[in-house]
């Protein structure tokens, strides 16, 4: 049975997923790029990104992971971009990723505010979901043709996931830094954490990576 799984989500040693003052300028809030140093480091992040070199190992081998099986991503809007409100159709935002988004996959952006699906190079097309995140899930399953599905952030996302009982699988990063400040990805589970068991902890010598397995449905 095809499952809804979170991969390579970046945390700081004093739980944030992001920084303070997202935006324009600062897109993981202030500091928060520093969460995905370490994958940047790797082979396979670097090539999905266009770029040559990096390093094979443990961390590689977790970013592989997070891609295999995948036929369709739900995000949230945060993770999307910095729009809020009513979309600006004079300025049409289409993600951070440019012309060629890194996805080549049906992706459903979960939104308050309609607006028109937008096709890009490369097989990404990115789908606006009004619904609520029952509606996107159902969208993605179907559009990934019995694949997995991959649930990126932002923390919220996250969150409404885990509470709803509907995330799979979480494969999270500790990263040695402190923010500070920003978006914790385990606030507000109210009871979203149970049933969860932690299947995997093994570190490398850049960062601790721990996956959570859904035991309950």
């Known amino acids: 049975m095809p499952k809804l799984r979170a991969h390579n989500i970046s945390v700081s040693l004093d739980g944030y997923m992001a920084g303070p003052g997202q935006g324009l300028e600062n897109p993981l809030g202030v500091g928060g790029e520093r ?3 370490w994958a940047f480091q790797t082979r396979s992040a670097r090539e999905m990104h266009g770029m040559s070199g990096g390093d094979e190992g443990l961390d590689n081998d977790f970013m592989k992971q997070g891609d295999a099986g995948i036929g369709a991503t739900i995000m949230g809007r945060n993770m999307y971009g910095p729009v809020r409100g009513p979309w600006d159709a004079e300025n049409e935002w289409k993600g951070w990723w440019g012309d060629n988004p890194p996805y080549h996959h049906p992706v459903f952006v979960l939104t308050h505010h309609p607006h028109p699906s937008i096709t890009m190079e490369g097989g990404t097309t990115f789908h606006f979901v009004t619904e609520g995140i029952e509606v996107a899930l159902e969208r993605a399953f179907e559009a990934a043709g019995g694949a997995d599905v991959r649930l990126g952030g932002g923390a919220s996302t996250i969150q409404q996931y ?7 699988e979480l494969h999270f990063v500790i990263v040695p830094i402190l923010l500070g400040g920003g978006e914790r990805l385990f606030d507000n589970l109210d009871g979203g954490a149970e049933g969860y068991e932690c299947t995997e902890f093994v570190s490398s010598p850049a960062v601790t990576h721990v996956r959570l397995t859904r035991t309950s449905k």
């Open 162 to 168: 885990m509470r709803a009982g509907l995330l799979d």
């Open 35 to 37: 969460l995905h140093t």
